[in-house]
């Protein structure tokens, strides 16, 4: 298979600030993703894993190490890859489908194609009957459907995923790994899906990368997720082969888990990287 992206030895070290040491928050590590994997990265909370994605993007230059887009060295923002964030993203002042008409607008795309091309991908999602709807008058299931249109209108080879269903509620969660399923299995985009959720991780994914706790987090385990697809991430759950894999992912994650949670409770926290070291 094709190689879609690949981190290599990638170390992010920032500057401390206001007489704090340095702080590294991911150290020397190599991923790959071939064309049409779906990745999961898990790792217990502040292990750098939205670190990875933000290099990943282009968006933050490693202190250490490469990455590479298709055999193509990275320089400066990733324009292959689509990236969906934690955080609401949607403009406010602009209804659903202007939203997702504004990338085909910077671009350059003819307000009429993109119009079209905006309410071809509202009703891929479900949403073409609230397509004039402003982002308040949205539930928070629609608002994460428009970004997902927003962010697939632009066909990115690469689909870069920061926790997009944290906020939500468990049944509404349910039905947008669904959702996401169903529009990964049309075209079979490149994902890198953070999430802190190991039931997420093993319901989507095709495989499950697990980094350690920080600071200084590496990759300590990759996992294949040999479950059939089509899957229904709900139904998935309830296979002995999922409970295995989740047995067996967990014995990995466990003492992570443990020490991150140990490091807020009985050590200082460093101060927030301010400037980061080249």
Same mark, same amino acid.
Request: net charge neutral.
């Given at each position: +298979?094709?190689?879609?992206?690949? #981190?290599?030895? %990638? &170390?992010?070290?920032?500057?401390? *600030? $206001?007489?704090? !040491?340095?702080?590294?928050?991911?150290?020397?590590?190599?991923?790959?993703?071939?064309?049409?994997?779906?990745?999961?990265?898990?790792?217990?909370?502040?292990?750098?894993?939205?670190?990875?994605?933000?290099?990943?993007?282009?968006?933050?230059?490693?202190?250490?190490?490469?990455?590479?887009?298709?055999?193509?060295?990275?320089?400066?923002?990733?324009?292959?890859?689509?990236?969906?964030?934690?955080?609401?993203?949607? +403009?406010?002042?602009?209804?659903? #489908?202007?939203? %997702? &008409?504004?990338?085909?607008?910077? *671009? $350059?795309?003819? !307000?009429?194609?993109?119009?079209?091309?905006?309410?071809?991908?509202?009703?891929?999602?479900?949403?073409?009957?609230?397509?004039?709807?402003?982002?308040?008058?949205?539930?928070?299931?629609?608002?994460?459907?428009?970004?997902?249109?927003?962010?697939?209108?632009?066909?990115?080879?690469?689909?870069?995923?920061?926790?997009?269903?944290?906020?939500?509620?468990?049944?509404?969660?349910?039905?947008?790994?669904?959702?996401?399923?169903?529009?990964?299995?049309?075209?079979?985009?490149?994902?890198?899906?953070?999430?802190?959720?190991?039931?997420? !991780?093993?319901?989507?994914?095709?495989?499950?990368?697990?980094?350690?706790?920080?600071?200084?987090?590496?990759?300590?385990?990759?996992?294949?997720?040999?479950?059939?697809?089509?899957?229904?991430?709900?139904?998935?759950?309830?296979?002995?082969?999922?409970?295995?894999?989740?047995?067996?992912?967990?014995?990995?994650?466990?003492?992570?888990?443990?020490?991150?949670?140990?490091?807020?409770?009985?050590?200082?926290?460093?101060?927030?990287?301010?400037?980061?070291?080249?």
């Amino acid at each position: +298979m094709k190689r879609a992206l690949r #981190l290599d030895g %990638v &170390t992010c070290t920032f500057a401390g *600030r $206001g007489g704090n !040491a340095d702080y590294t928050a991911v150290a020397h590590v190599s991923l790959e993703v071939t064309e049409g994997e779906f990745v999961c990265v898990v790792g217990p909370t502040g292990c750098g894993k939205s670190t990875l994605l933000n290099v990943a993007a282009g968006l933050l230059a490693p202190s250490r190490g490469g990455v590479s887009v298709f055999g193509e060295n990275l320089r400066g923002i990733n324009t292959r890859a689509g990236y969906l964030f934690q955080s609401e993203a949607l +403009m406010p002042w602009r209804t659903a #489908l202007q939203n %997702v &008409t504004a990338g085909l607008e910077f *671009r $350059g795309i003819a !307000a009429q194609e993109a119009r079209s091309r905006a309410a071809d991908w509202l009703r891929r999602v479900g949403l073409a009957a609230h397509a004039h709807k402003y982002p308040h008058e949205l539930s928070g299931g629609m608002r994460k459907r428009v970004a997902l249109a927003q962010t697939l209108i632009l066909d990115p080879k690469i689909l870069l995923m920061d926790e997009p269903f944290s906020a939500l509620d468990v049944q509404t969660r349910s039905l947008m790994e669904n959702e996401l399923l169903n529009l990964w299995a049309q075209d079979r985009k490149s994902v890198v899906f953070v999430t802190h959720d190991l039931e997420e !991780a093993i319901s989507l994914s095709d495989r499950v990368v697990v980094m350690s706790a920080g600071p200084a987090s590496r990759l300590i385990g990759e996992f294949a997720i040999d479950l059939p697809r089509p899957r229904d991430v709900a139904e998935i759950r309830l296979t002995p082969r999922f409970v295995e894999l989740h047995k067996l992912i967990w014995q990995a994650l466990r003492d992570e888990v443990k020490k991150a949670y140990a490091n807020t409770t009985t050590s200082p926290q460093p101060s927030p990287p301010e400037v980061e070291r080249v």
